[in-house]
């Protein structure tokens, strides 16, 4: 997505050889237009599926995730990495381990708003590693649902994460593939306008 990589080649900062800190329309602050922009984008990979829910994970993947239901006109879900007081019903859930902060939690989904019948989109701001994305699918597998794909924002090819989930049978589609990375270059898959 040609608007994508511009926005990124002229707000990203490279904090290193593999973090790419977007906090100025994406991470932090949030660009609505860009943001509604993605959703639709979304919208034109997977229109054949007949999605009837988008699934993310709190927080970065919320307004991406909420574009693409807008698009679809369905609700979408996003999972918490805490089980707070108030979900008080079943639920599914799986580990996460998040290399950036060298922990593991748990997501989790209410049993409530996933069942046999649905079939999932799920949507993330970046594809790294993939543990977070792994972490949904699994979730999406417990409830018995059928996973149309995975759609990410900005995927690093230079990690594992597309490698992992392909070999889950996980469809994956990036609107924005970084091929490397240095300080002052960003370089994306040529010949792709997902
Ligand atoms: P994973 O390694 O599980 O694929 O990524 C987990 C989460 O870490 C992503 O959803 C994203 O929020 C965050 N993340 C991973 N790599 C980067 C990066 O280069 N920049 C930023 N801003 N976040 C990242």
Redesign the pocket.
Same mark, same amino acid.
């Given at each position: 997505m040609k608007r994508l990589e511009e926005k990124i080649r002229q707000e990203g900062k490279i904090l290193s050889d593999?973090?790419?800190?977007?906090?100025s329309f994406l991470?932090h602050q949030v660009d609505t237009a860009l943001a509604l922009e993605i959703g639709k984008q979304f919208h034109r990979i997977f229109a054949e599926q007949r999605i009837t829910k988008v699934l993310t994970?709190e927080a970065? #993947?919320i307004q991406f995730a909420m574009a693409t239901a807008m698009a679809f006109e369905v609700p979408f879900i996003y999972a918490k990495k805490k089980k707070a007081v108030t979900l008080q019903e079943k639920v599914y859930t799986a580990p996460?381990h998040?290399?950036?902060k060298q922990e593991t939690y748990q997501v989790c989904v209410s049993q409530a708003y996933i069942g046999a019948n649905d079939r999932i989109l799920i949507v993330?701001?970046?594809?790294?590693? #993939?543990?977070?994305?792994i972490g949904l699918v699994d979730i999406v597998k417990e409830a018995g649902a059928e996973l149309v794909g995975v759609g990410c924002v900005i995927e690093?090819c230079f990690?594992e994460?597309r490698s992992l989930l392909e070999q889950k049978g996980v469809t994956v589609h990036s609107l924005a593939k970084i091929t490397a990375m240095s300080p002052g270059e960003v370089q994306f898959m040529p010949g792709d306008d997902e």
């Open positions: 593999t973090v790419l800190k977007v906090d991470n994970i970065s #993947g996460v998040s290399f950036t993330d701001d970046f594809l790294a590693t #993939g543990a977070a994305l690093k990690q994460g």
